[in-house]
């Protein structure tokens, strides 16, 4: 049995992490704003992540064998938890994002290296408690939160954080000792009643009224996984393994808009319009480059991920919610 401490993201394949670690065996503690209950027979610890005095008070004391961070956005928010949890806990395994590759347009699929966290440059002074700045940035942040983890952060200026040396477990900024981390670099995630994203939705209600959907002139297949085996990759993460450094999650088999687009027509009926356009918004799963993801490393690891085909029609149903007409 582990001690493992979930920050944050107790809803979506946070809240099935949550439910697995716990059928696992495992102690369980959430640490969150106390904006939503901990489920039956979790400790909550009740702290804004980003108030360090109030993160050392929630956790003196305390220590944790591996600590889970579903929420951390920032490098501000990822050198507070060096600081604070470097002495506390073994292993900090965070939940990054494809969004990381966001510079990336490779017709082959991406594995982790394409990113040298050596060269992310580290601006702890932008306005990431802005939330619209902060959702505008969204793979920045990961990106730059993961090099502050790996002690990579290339460039210093005013507001900026440099940090020292590169590769997984190197010291930041010189403060505490150095710890081992991993991050988990998540696919676009489908599935669940629970899905709060609106994605799936967005195509449904077009497709349903034979309405455009807008999709770039050349739409490129992106990486997927579904909210149950997300949820089983981090909970194996977590508890299952130690590797530390970055891996990348998704299921085999990439999808294309059309694809999916096919799957919801099959369960609500009407009929799928793209509309290709050269500039303006586009559908959420549609792309305009290519940045599939590599999951040879997970593999390699031990973990074997499902492919697409086996739960597509499944992930489609579960979010739709209807049937047919």
Not at 1 to 24: C, H, P, T
Request: net charge negative; aromatic share 8%; with cysteine.
């Amino acid at each position: 049995m582990k001690d493992v401490l979930v920050i944050g993201g107790n809803r979506y394949f946070g809240k099935r992490l949550i439910a697995l670690l716990r059928e696992s065996g495992h102690r369980v503690t959430i640490l969150n704003r106390g904006s939503s209950g901990a489920p039956d027979g979790i400790e909550q610890l009740v702290a804004d992540r980003d108030d360090e005095a109030a993160l050392e008070s929630v956790l003196a004391g305390r220590s944790f064998d591996v600590v889970v961070d579903q929420v951390c956005y920032t490098p501000r928010q990822a050198e507070i938890a060096r600081r604070v949890f470097a002495a506390r806990t073994r292993r900090y395994v965070m939940t990054s994002t494809v969004e990381v590759y966001a510079y990336e347009d490779s017709a082959s699929p991406v594995a982790e290296d394409a990113l040298d966290l050596g060269t992310v440059t580290v601006d702890t002074g932008a306005a990431w408690e802005d939330p619209e700045f902060r959702e505008a940035h969204y793979g920045e942040g990961k990106r730059q939160a993961e090099a502050v983890f790996a002690g990579a952060g290339a460039g210093a200026g005013a507001g900026e954080s440099e940090g020292v040396g590169p590769g997984a477990g190197g010291p930041v900024d010189g403060e505490g000792p150095p710890f081992a981390w991993a991050s988990v670099r998540v696919a676009h995630v489908l599935g669940g009643a629970d899905d709060f994203t609106g994605r799936i939705d967005h195509y449904a209600r077009r497709i349903r009224a034979g309405e455009p959907i807008a999709v770039p002139v050349v739409n490129h297949p992106a990486t997927y996984v579904y909210v149950e085996e997300i949820a089983a990759f981090l909970a194996w993460t977590a508890v299952g393994t130690d590797f530390t450094g970055p891996v990348n999650a998704h299921s085999h088999g990439p999808l294309t808009t059309a694809e999916i687009c096919a799957a919801i027509e099959r369960r609500v009926g009407g009929r799928t319009v793209f509309r290709k356009v050269e500039v303006g918004e586009i559908s959420p799963f549609s792309f305009s480059r290519s940045y599939g993801m590599d999951n040879s490393r997970a593999t390699a690891l031990g973990y074997s991920f499902s492919h697409s085909s086996a739960w597509l029609a499944d992930a489609v149903a579960e979010t739709v919610g209807e049937v047919r007409t």
